[in-house]
């Protein structure tokens, strides 16, 4: 049975930093591309961020280039994203979500589209006071 957990949410002032965890279980976590995506409130879900098996590839959405880093240790299972830059309209609850691929692109797969993932975590919750 595959179990994928987040961790790491919390509240934050605007500026702030955090940095959100995710553990997957029941699979072979290496063969996976990993990916974190967001939803607010009232808006749809939103993919931000995606890493390759080995951690050879990575992909961002415009909304968070440059404030956010994705990484992964495969030895712990695990995939990071760490949030710097912190801002109000960050505030959402953020998945992480294994991917069909290994990659986080190729031919008709896109790194936010939310039909090329598998595995889907229960969320965290992420709000950034102004």
């Known amino acids: 049975q595959v179990q994928v957990v987040e961790s790491g949410g919390g509240l934050v002032q605007t500026g702030g930093s955090l940095r959100l965890s995710c553990t997957a279980s029941?699979?072979?976590?290496?063969?996976?591309?990993m990916g974190w995506f967001r939803r607010a409130p009232g808006k749809e879900r939103e993919g931000i961020s995606c890493?390759?098996?080995?951690?050879?590839?990575?992909s961002y959405a415009d909304s968070v280039k440059g404030r956010f880093t994705i990484s992964r240790d495969n030895a712990k299972n695990t995939v990071y994203l760490q949030m710097s830059s912190l801002r109000p309209e960050d505030t959402a609850m953020y998945y992480c979500?294994?991917?069909?691929?290994?990659?986080?692109?190729?031919?008709?797969?896109?790194?936010?589209?939310?039909?090329?993932?598998?595995?889907w975590g229960q969320g965290t919750q992420v709000t950034v006071s102004s």
């Open positions: 979500a294994a991917r069909t691929w290994r990659s986080c692109g190729g031919a008709g797969h896109s790194f936010n589209d939310p039909s090329d993932y598998k595995y």
């Open positions: 029941g699979l072979t976590f290496g063969d996976y591309g």
């Open positions: 890493i390759a098996w080995n951690g050879a590839g990575t």
